[in-house]
């Protein structure tokens, strides 16, 4: 090697990168040459790592090799690995810009990323290298793992979902970006106090946060209040400009996302509320203390916490305030991007596709035509066109309660050229409805964005329709449903292509490979290879090994392996001793009445009944089982809190029950996150998804424990139903009504006198006469099965769903069917990937093709 390149290797390695773009720019060609050659270049062999790992200790963390503890150590490691991850989305990003493809942006305003070392470690297939690096420095992996914190950007699945997108486009090589916020405070922590639950501030961000790269030349200013002075350009057309207000700072953060098996990685950009001005000075000198910081105050506030509690008119404001900070910034941020090619703006469709996850980005809808009509000088027609071809629009429920709305005079205080902007387009839009459905006024009220109450409200999801050129819903029932309920008569007027389905998928690498690799790698042996986490139909070919006693014998030790290590976290959080040898019944996922994790408790009363009535020579033949349940109750959902409360009362009066010895445990696992998770469900034998009929949109948990070889106890509901024709009746146990007869049902409740299941009456005596503590305490509970008509229909469904759990315990008597079952069910659920779910919104929605990284 000649001297001059030896020389620049070794120059190149010290750059920083925040200064590589001020350097190249004095570089000559031959140097250029040999930056392509080497300045990229980090080493993944083992002595690199460890290399890597002491510099970042010494340096980054500014400690001596005798001061590291496990935290320190995980520090050291997650630098290291994000040196290697920058290099990968250097490339990516050359790459996208060289060949200038049009970009999906993926705007969700929750992104449950979980934690990010062994993921970003699995997917740049370091793992093992990296993890004898570690052991040989004195520390071990598992450890070292364990001392990051998720990251909690999310309440659940629809943040979950989004994670496993981006896990996907970047595997796929597709060019995507995530828009969300960064939020300071994520989903709360939650403790348990005399069973309640209780809330504490996830201080997810107190310590270095390694997988952010602070872009912090990257600052949009956003302005709310003010008012609209109108004007006359040069061509004599009126127009209107938004002025005056009060700004602050967007400032960005980039997390890289990498690809599994690819050079590609990708960024989701995470937005950061500040002051325009940190600080007054002359109000401190004044002795002002409190207000001298109160525009820092105001500004932080923005992205403090994830959803705010919007039960108030303050945080019904915030709450809006959020939602289009993060669109004003996502869309100058891509507007900009777009602006470097000098292309014409009938062309930006052509080069952008923004997808909405859920009603909470549509103002970005507005802000887009805003910015064309008002800034750009567009005319309003030639604009909407343009709106309307970039975005599409993802709806993930089919209950008219939880569609988003905004009061018009709270929009109008805070963005007043966005409320007229809403007010034309619902104007032009009912014009050409009258105009197809003359003098049909019942339907032009049904479908105007505006709804005519006290006060007037802006129907989001409805503007969401309209503004976009496509709207999925994300299961088949789910899709249906919304076509012939919430949005039926816009398929009247639009027709039904612009409305389908694209069944959610998640992730294989996160949620089987990581979460479960004692099964992964038992997968990777009975197919030869690792081709099945890039292609996971590829499963299929495990159905024979189904019927090998020796391969069953290994699945059942894996499963087993899996459920002793949840078994000994129970012990180490709750106290409680869970056998591993029981059937684990789990339900985690966020507790809401339509969710009916009260059916559930109520059928565990039922069981412990059972027990307690049964003689020592009869309990002889019963499964013991272990019920698992988790998930968080939103600060202000009182019902849901109470759901909890009784949880664990029930877990009390049961766990501490000597006379049923270890046949029924209840136990109820705090601060439910990915990275619990990724414990839970590798261990479930069977899993409950037991919401009403026509309630849940999709659900995604359900895809994860069957992944994992668990099987599903469930209602007709979501993607329970197509998880049901991949894997097969045998493999599933299905109970309830179909969504066709809620209707009837809630309307005999509502204006009959319908009985109460007496199994289900027995239950609520049994808590009514106090046998699981002070009962009034449960009375709003309970209410809403008599008062509130029993609107999510459990007494409808409790006896189905009593014999489901009989067919349950039968079927989990014989050990070897049932092994073969959950062989099946992994082998059977290679559709459910996002990987397929990206590649169908890449193809059908948003015109995209792969652009791979260099190698």
Not at 17 to 35: P, Q
Not at 255 to 269: A, L, M, S, W
Not at 410 to 419: A, S
Request: proline share 4%; net charge neutral.
């Amino acid at each position: 090697m000649a001297e001059t390149e030896k020389h620049h290797k070794r120059t190149f390695t010290g750059f920083a990168h925040h200064d590589l773009k001020k350097e190249k720019a004095k570089w000559s060609k031959e140097t250029l040459a040999i930056w392509e050659k080497y300045g990229c270049e980090e080493s993944v062999d083992k002595e690199s790592f460890q290399k890597s790992f002491v510099r970042h200790v010494n340096t980054t963390l500014a400690r001596s090799s005798l001061n590291v503890d496990n935290f320190s150590a995980y520090q050291a490691t997650a630098h290291t690995v994000r040196d290697r991850l920058i290099e990968r989305w250097n490339a990516t990003q050359q790459a996208h810009t060289l060949k200038d493809p049009k970009r999906v942006y993926y705007f969700s305003l929750e992104f449950l990323l979980g934690r990010s070392l062994d993921n970003a470690l699995l997917n740049l297939g370091l793992k093992e290298q990296f993890g004898e690096g570690v052991k040989e420095l004195g520390f071990r992996m598992e450890d070292v793992l364990e001392q990051e914190v998720d990251a909690a950007l999310g309440n659940g699945g629809l943040g979950r979902l989004a994670a496993c997108y981006m896990d996907s486009l970047a595997t796929l090589d597709y060019p995507a970006w995530g828009y969300g916020l960064r939020y300071t405070y994520g989903i709360f922590q939650q403790r348990l106090k005399d069973g309640f639950q209780m809330e504490l501030p996830d201080y997810w961000l107190n310590f270095d946060n390694p997988w952010e790269l602070p872009r912090l030349d990257i600052a949009i200013e956003v302005r709310f209040g003010g008012y609209v002075s109108k004007y006359t350009d040069e061509n004599g057309r009126t127009r209107h400009r938004w002025e005056g207000g009060d700004g602050v700072q967007a400032v960005a953060y980039d997390v890289p996302i990498p690809g599994y098996g690819t050079k590609n990685c990708i960024n989701i950009r995470l937005w950061s509320s500040k002051p325009k001005r940190q600080f007054d000075l002359s109000r401190f000198n004044a002795g002002e203390y409190e207000q001298a910081v109160n525009e820092q105050m105001k500004a932080e506030n923005i992205t403090a916490v994830l959803y705010p509690n919007d039960n108030h008119m303050v945080g019904k404001e915030l709450r809006l305030k959020q939602q289009f900070f993060w669109v004003y910034a996502s869309l100058a941020d891509i507007i900009r991007r777009f602006k470097k090619t000098d292309r014409a703006w009938d062309q930006f469709p052509e080069k952008v596709a923004i997808q909405l996850n859920d009603t909470h980005p549509t103002l970005a809808i507005v802000e887009l035509q805003r910015i064309l009509v008002d800034q750009e000088g567009l005319d309003w027609d030639d604009a909407w066109d343009i709106v309307t071809r970039t975005f599409a629009f993802t709806n993930h429920t089919v209950l008219p309660e939880a569609m988003e709305k905004w009061h018009v005079p709270m929009v109008e205080y805070l963005l007043p050229r966005h409320m007229q902007i809403i007010f034309d387009i619902n104007l032009f839009f009912l014009q050409k409805v009258e105009k197809q459905f003359p003098n049909d006024r019942d339907i032009l009220a049904k479908l105007s964005i505006i709804e005519e109450a006290t006060p007037q409200s802006v129907r989001m999801a409805h503007l969401a329709i309209v503004g976009s050129h496509r709207v999925n819903g994300v299961a088949a029932l789910h899709s249906n449903l919304i076509k012939t309920t919430i949005f039926k008569d816009f398929v009247k007027f639009y027709g039904p292509k612009k409305f389908e389905n694209k069944t959610n998928g998640i992730t294989p690498r996160r949620w089987l490979h990581q979460a479960n690799p004692k099964l992964s790698n038992l997968i990777t042996e009975a197919l030869g290879d690792k081709k099945w986490l890039k292609d996971l139909s590829l499963l299929k070919n495990l159905e024979p090994h189904a019927k090998s006693k020796d391969y069953r014998r290994r699945w059942k030790a894996v499963k087993h392996s899996n459920k002793v290590r949840l078994a000994e976290y129970i012990k180490a959080k709750t106290g409680i001793d869970a056998n591993p040898n029981s059937l684990f019944d789990v339900q985690v996922k966020r507790i809401h009445e339509y969710k009916r994790q009260f059916m559930n408790i109520l059928g565990v009363i039922h069981r412990y009944h059972y027990l307690k009535s049964l003689t020592p020579e009869e309990r002889r033949d019963i499964v013991p089982r272990v019920v698992i349940f988790g998930g968080k109750a939103a600060p202000g959902y009182h019902i849901a809190k109470l759901v909890i409360k009784l949880i664990n009362s029930v877990s009390a009066t049961v766990n501490a029950d000597e006379s049923i010895e270890d046949l029924l445990k209840v136990v109820f696992i705090p601060d439910y996150n990915v990275s619990l998770a990724e414990i839970i469900i590798p261990a479930s034998d069977i899993s409950q998804h037991i919401s009403t009929a026509g309630t849940e949109a999709s659900g995604t948990s359900n895809m994860k424990f069957v992944l994992n070889g668990g099987l599903i106890l469930g209602t007709v509901d979501g993607a329970n139903i197509e998880i049901n024709e991949e894997i097969g009746d045998d493999n599933i146990f299905l109970f309830g009504h179909l969504a066709d007869r809620v209707d009837d049902l809630r309307h005999a409740h509502r204006y009959r006198n319908v009985p109460m299941d007496p199994d289900l009456q027995s239950v609520i005596t049994s808590i009514e006469t106090g046998n699981f503590g002070d009962s009034r305490i449960f009375a709003p509970l309970i209410n809403t099965l008599t008062f509130g008509k029993d609107y999510y229909l459990l007494s409808d469904d409790f006896g189905s769903y009593l014999d489901a759990q009989k067919l349950v315990d039968e079927a989990y008597k014989d050990e070897d069917e049932w092994c073969k079952k959950s062989i099946l069910c992994t082998a059977r659920m290679g559709f459910f990937s996002s990987d397929r779910a990206i590649r169908e919104y890449a193809d059908q929605i948003w015109d995209l093709k792969p652009v791979p990284a260099k190698a």
